[in-house]
């Protein structure tokens, strides 16, 4: 829920922000685990993907940027990896609008140029003056659009080092070991003192670039390959922590944002990831498949190791985690929608602090769920679900990515009711006649999402239109916008 209380999930809209020069972006006044531990005393370092927006109103504002979110420390992507980063593959940011915008400048040209046959030809009565000004107007459109979307890895596909620009656009296949090293370097220099390094791993994500050593690795293919140069940099990190003798003394959390993003696919075969038993996948509001990750925690001598925990939390509890083990609290003036993971970790408690969980795709209320603590069952109710194309698939192979709301998504009335406990497949759906609470359980869930949608307040959105497009007096740039070029570390291309 943290992103629908910011601001930072879509309505009918675009569900991500688009572009480094975008205005959108995390709020100023919202307050991160790294500004609580930054106020503690910690260094707080982020490597890798941040994609929170960068500026508000100027090119060097740097409101929505790491360092003004607690981290005294940024390398990596302000953006995200689309495959618009890589050269030669096809085009990934918007790519529907992007088709559009070239379909209608073809179409402008083409009418102007039929215009202008008629003219020569005195077939038509126009003034030269008006086949000038309109074939003027058809390529300002053109320059209009084609200015961003022409360019998307050049504004889009960078790396910074804090505020400034070290590499525009990169090159993808020296980016992994680039974090790596850096993330390296963080923990020797901090290791004297208590230090907070969230590292947002470029991998495993389209367009999949991995290096020639990990290449053909794995019996699944490409992804296959980037999974398994995921495992060695996690390993190296964890390496370095045990070389600089951290490791009693270090807590540290492995996780994954989403399930696997199944629509992702081409002529080399899956390029998303599976979710085992699990329905749906990444963007689909309430299926498993897009909600399960793994969370995988080592702190030697207070955790004990090979414990598995079956219960259901959240990344939301990352916050409340993170705040308590670095000795701060969490902000009294908000609604903190995550726990603290510590009592369930060390075994102090043996349920998830967590009676209800609620799922939402962009800002629509796609399922809940509730752990009913004195039978032990875990119930998931669904109000939406996604419409798979085509019929009888499990996913939304038409679109690319599933939609949260419109003629893409079924309304469910009265709502589907899974035991997750029994059927964590989601592959039957109860009813009164073969669950006789039914009726009960519905109801009950729905007083939760009631409950739920009281603490709720309008915020304003980070992805309206006007914070979603391209604004080049935001761009990020090392050099003369619009000639923004350089090489690792600044250096001139």
């Known amino acids: ?32 685990f790294a500004r609580i531990l930054q106020q503690q005393g910690y260094a707080t370092g982020l490597i890798g993907k941040w994609h929170q927006g960068v500026n ?28 618009d980063c890589q050269p030669g593959r096809p085009p990934g940011l918007d790519a529907a609008t992007r088709s559009r915008l070239w379909h ?8 102007v140029l039929t215009v202008a046959v008629g003219k020569t030809c005195g077939l038509i009565s126009v003034s030269w003056k008006v086949v000038l000004g309109a074939a003027s107007l058809v390529f300002l459109f053109f320059v209009s659009w ?28 020296r980016a992994a070991s680039l974090m790596l090293h850096e993330a390296i370097s963080y923990i020797e220099r901090n290791k004297h003192r208590p230090f907070l390094l969230f590292v947002s791993l470029l991998h495993v994500h389209i367009p999949l670039v991995t290096t020639k050593q990990f290449l053909g690795k794995s019996r699944h293919g490409l992804y296959g390959d980037n999974v398994e140069e995921m495992d060695w940099l996690v390993g190296e990190i964890l390496k370095a922590v045990e070389v600089n003798g951290l490791k009693n003394m270090t807590f540290t959390y492995f996780t994954s944002d989403h399930g696997g993003h199944l629509e992702a696919r081409d002529e080399r075969g899956q390029l998303g990831g599976w979710n085992g038993i699990f329905r749906g996948g990444k963007g689909m509001g309430g299926w498993e498949g897009g909600i399960r990750v793994p969370a995988i925690f080592r702190w030697p001598g207070v955790l004990p190791a090979g414990r598995v925990i079956h219960e259901p939390t959240s990344l939301m509890d990352v916050f409340p985690t993170v705040v308590q083990l670095g000795g701060g609290e969490v902000p009294q003036d908000r609604v903190i929608d995550g726990r603290s993971l510590v009592p369930l970790l060390q075994g102090a408690a ?11 795709c962009g800002k629509y209320l796609h399922a809940a769920r509730w752990h009913e603590k004195d039978s032990g069952r875990l119930w998931k109710v669904h109000y939406m679900t996604p419409q798979f194309h085509p019929k009888g698939a499990g996913a939304c192979y038409g679109r690319g990515l599933c939609p949260c709301s419109g003629d893409g998504v079924t309304q469910h009335s009265p709502p589907l009711l899974f035991d997750l406990s029994r059927d ?31 603490t709720l307040s309008p915020v304003p959105s980070q992805f309206s239109l006007s914070n979603i497009i391209w604004k080049p007096w935001l761009q ?9 070029a350089c090489g690792q570390d600044g250096g001139p291309r």
């Open 146 to 173: 084609y200015a961003s979307f022409g360019f998307v890895r050049r504004w889009n596909c960078i790396v910074m080092r804090n505020h400034d620009v070290t590499e525009q656009p990169m090159v993808l296949e």
């Open 56 to 83: 508000c109103e100027l090119r060097t504002d740097h409101c929505h940027h790491p360092l003004n979110h607690g981290f005294d420390y940024f390398y990596g992507m302000p953006f995200t990896l689309v495959n």
């Open 350 to 360: 043996e349920h998830s602090a967590h009676e209800f969980l609620f799922h939402y």
């Open 104 to 111: 209608y400048t073809q179409m402008a040209a083409l009418g």
């Open 1 to 32: 829920m943290g992103t629908i209380r910011s601001g930072m999930d879509a309505d009918d809209g675009y569900r991500v922000l688009l572009w480094n020069g975008g205005s959108g972006g995390l709020p100023v006044n919202e307050t991160t």
């Open 476 to 484: 990020p740039c090392c050099g003369t916008f619009p000639l923004c």
């Open 424 to 454: 964590p497949s989601e592959a039957e759906p109860l009813s009164p006649g073969s669950e006789p609470r039914y009726h009960a359980v519905v109801a009950r869930v729905g007083e939760a999402v009631d409950q739920h949608r009281k």
